[in-house]
C-alpha cells in the first residue's frame, strides 16, 4: 500500500482541527450562539440577494461597522443604513446575487459570535465574477441577533 505522507498528514490535522472544534463549541450555550449567528448569516445574504435594503438593514444591530476599500463606515440606525441604496453600483459591475462559500465560527461566547467568511459574487447567467474573504461580527442585542461588524476585503 502506497501512502501519501502529505495526504496523511493533512487527514491527521484535519481530524484534529475537527475534533478541536468540536470540543471548543461543546457548551450548549455556545452551540445556541453559533446557530443564531449562522441563522442572521443566512437571513443577511437572502435578504441582501433581494435587494430590498429595509429587509437587509433588519439583519444587523447598530451601531453597524463595516471596514472594507480602505475605509470604515458606520450607520447610528437601521433607518441610516437602510437610505443608501447599493444595487444600482453593484449591478453596474455585473453582479446580480451572491452566496456564501464557507463559514467557519473562530471565536464564540452567548452573545457574541465571529465567523471567517468567503463569499462568491456571480453574474445574471450564475457565473461566478470576485470571490472574498471576510470577517462578521454576530451580535445578540435587547433580545436580537445581527451582523454587529463586518470587515471584507471588497470594495
Known amino acids: 500500500m502506497n501512502l501519501n505522507m502529505n495526504n496523511v498528514l493533512k487527514n491527521i490535522t484535519g481530524i484534529s482541527l475537527l475534533t478541536l472544534s468540536l470540543f471548543s463549541w461543546s457548551n450548549s450555550k455556545d452551540q445556541q450562539a453559533i446557530d443564531n449567528a449562522l441563522n442572521t448569516l443566512e437571513s ?3 435578504t441582501f440577494n433581494s435587494k430590498d435594503m429595509a429587509a437587509w438593514s433588519e439583519t444587523l444591530n447598530y451601531p453597524h461597522v463595516r471596514l472594507a476599500g480602505g475605509k470604515v463606515s458606520v ?3 437601521k433607518e441610516d443604513y437602510a437610505a443608501v441604496d447599493i444595487f444600482d453600483r453593484l449591478e453596474a459591475s455585473g453582479w446580480h446575487h451572491s452566496a456564501w462559500v464557507s463559514r467557519e465560527v473562530i471565536l ?3 452573545n457574541k ?3 471567517s467568511t468567503v463569499f462568491q459574487r456571480y453574474d445574471k ?3 461566478p465574477t470576485k470571490k472574498y474573504q471576510s470577517l462578521y461580527i454576530v451580535t445578540k442585542e435587547n433580545g436580537k441577533w445581527g451582523v454587529k461588524a463586518r470587515s471584507s476585503l471588497a470594495p
Do not use: A, K
Request: glycine share 0%; hydrophobic share 40%; no cysteine.
Open 44 to 46: 443577511f445574504m437572502d
Open 75 to 77: 450607520w447610528d440606525t
Open 113 to 115: 459570535v465571529h465567523i
Open 108 to 110: 464564540v461566547s452567548e
Open 125 to 127: 447567467n450564475n457565473q
